[in-house]
């Protein structure tokens, strides 16, 4: 007859580390559970003679490497790979693999389907035929939030099913301090016999110390200093992954804000056209009396918005930036009042234009030129709109 | 005037863990240190502001003991606050281990009765790296064992009407009890110390290369 019983040990130091990296994070957290498997054959002979068989499987949990996402050793339908496993092992073997472990909140003590998947794939992968699956899943007790509970359990697949295994944490226990003898027994010949006499050196050093305690003793104080200096080393390196996430903030950061004042200015210009300040002055200077000219604004019709017109200075040196214009100021006559109509271009105007200079009479308006072709545009005389 | 929420920061929180884990034979306590967050309160420097005790085997909540323990420490601040880890309990049914904590103050129903529970909202607060306060209480767990273990052993040995035999035995049962330490306590902590460096040196590895990336992405903005 035989019986199979398997109990999962974890130590309080693995289990807290579990809760700590579900803390850190709002989401469902897995990962792989690292340690060993022993198993222990126990031969029973009752009166009955029939041989009693007991497997006793042990099943350590050493230590869990957490993903840092969800799905990252298996895809969306639970198919497991090797390739995706090796980098979350990085120096750990697979043969350390015992398990995995998924934490979620406010939900059941029950394997989900995808679970069941992703657990056989992970059979099949690490042909482990033990492979654990550490369930753990808070919730909150009270609905104040001043009360807590988290349970956890394991599941292996047995005999065509998944059965619940207990979790056994590890822990001082029993640290009987009772287990010292207070008194001695009543025989003054042991105290006193020639054989205690004789060994009592082997097992106390010189006064009355026992070298066993002074051994153990010695061995603990080492252990311990080992633990400080590791410890120490442990404080850096999270002072230095600290430091290391603040610089990684910073910069996303200064990323972000460079994007998105390239995006502003991308789309400053389609939003809010520039005023061709140039334009503006010449229409100023040319035609002073005349403000609708000012506009870049025009409504459907084709007519000036008076008050969307430029009354601004922009201080434009017109002898410098614009010199075509003083020359056609002044061979032109004032106009009082804007004409609207609009006779077609002329290539001609180049040629008067030219005659004007040579001559360079500013008195002499386009107007006398005596030409039979008449250029308005919108109130200008005879003139088209100078070019830059 | 009762505290309205307390925030138990999660590498705190471990190391209340790690202790209420480390005996299923007795109860633990220990002190909580932090601040109470008011509007003036800058420049305080951190203080005891409450105490936390574990109930293996038992019910989370506290027993007439427990709130009257605390009732009396809210007589020197009244926003000292309990805490209570529940832990080693065991559904049969189910085979489902489960751990609780919560959090409470006293007060008194009546003038001259007994003093009651009331609940405290407690959330634990993300803390992804652990702070070198919380590294130094955690590593304080065996040597103050080491130390009881030895005051008890020092104590018994200076009896002076033992005989040999019983002090041999006697020196077996402390290095038994140095060896449980060692292996349910020392052993576990330092192995939980290392995994957590090698966890830290990838981490490191990884995020100087993003941070270096990032910085080239920066620079060519």
Known sequence: MEEFNTTVRISGFALSSLMFHHLNSDADVEGLILGESVGEENCRITDSQIDHIQFEHTINIQKHIPCHKLHSFYSNVGDVSEEKIRPILSDYQEENVIGWYRQRRNTRQQMTFMEQVVHQNMRKILSNRELVFMLLTPSQATASGSTHRLEFSAFIWHSSQYINIPIFVSNLGNLEQQDYWRVSGTCPSLGQSEAVKQHRTQFFCSGDELKEVRNISSMNDDLLGEMQKVCKEVEKSERAVEKLQEDLKELKEAIKEHSEKNETQKHASPDEPKENVLLCSALRTLFPDAPSLQTQTLTVQGLPVLELCCNTDHNVDIPTKLPLILENQHTRKKDTAPRLRKKCLVAGYSQRLKRKRKTNDTSESASDSGSDTEIEMNGQNRSISPTF | ?221
Request: charged share 20%; hydrophobic share 40%; net charge negative.
């Open chain 2, 1 to 221: 005037m009762a505290v309205s929420a307390v925030h138990l920061e999660s590498d705190a929180f471990l190391v209340c863990m790690n202790h209420a884990l480390s005996t299923e034979k007795e109860e633990v306590m220990g002190l909580c240190i932090g601040e109470h967050r008011l509007a003036d309160m800058t420049g305080r420097p951190m203080r005891v502001v409450g105490w936390y005790h574990s109930h293996p085997h038992i019910t989370v909540w506290p027993s007439h003991v427990d709130v009257r323990t605390q009732a009396m420490y809210q007589m020197m601040d009244q926003g000292f606050v309990g805490l209570i880890f529940s832990c080693f309990i065991e559904d049969k049914n189910t085979k489902t281990g489960r751990v609780l904590y919560t959090c409470f103050q006293s007060v008194q129903a009546q003038k001259g009765s007994e003093y009651e529970r009331i609940e405290i909202p407690i959330h634990v607060v993300p803390h992804e790296a652990i702070g070198k306060v919380c590294l130094e209480s955690a590593v304080e767990l065996p040597r103050i064992l080491c130390q009881e273990e030895q005051d008890t052993y020092r104590r018994i040995h200076s009896l002076t009407h033992l005989d040999p035999i019983t002090k041999i035995h006697n020196g077996s049962v402390f290095t038994k009890n140095l060896c449980s330490q060692m292996s349910a306590i020392s052993g576990p902590l330092l192995q939980w110390l290392e995994d957590r460096l090698e966890l830290n040196k990838h981490s490191i590895i990884k995020l100087q290369k993003e941070k270096e990336r990032l910085t080239q992405e920066l620079a060519s903005l």
